[in-house]
């Protein structure tokens, strides 16, 4: 999970964070790429594509 977020938030930053083009990109969720691209704003890349333990 941890490469597939960071292709994810990479992809969208190289599309100067267009999540629509991410979205159809790549088939993800339009709210989970929004949310990614919020943390990596606001926090930088490494919070971003943290992933939860469960």
Same mark, same amino acid.
């Given at each position: ?15 100067? +964070?267009? &999540? *629509? @083009? ?20 606001? +926090?930088? &890349? *490494? @919070? ?7």
């Amino acid at each position: 999970m941890y490469e597939e977020k960071a292709k994810i938030v990479s992809l969208c930053i190289a599309n100067n +964070n267009d &999540y *629509e @083009v991410t979205v159809n990109k790549l088939k993800v969720s339009y709210q989970q790429v929004c949310s990614w691209g919020r943390k990596y704003t606001a +926090n930088g &890349y *490494e @919070v971003a594509i943290i992933v939860r333990e469960l």
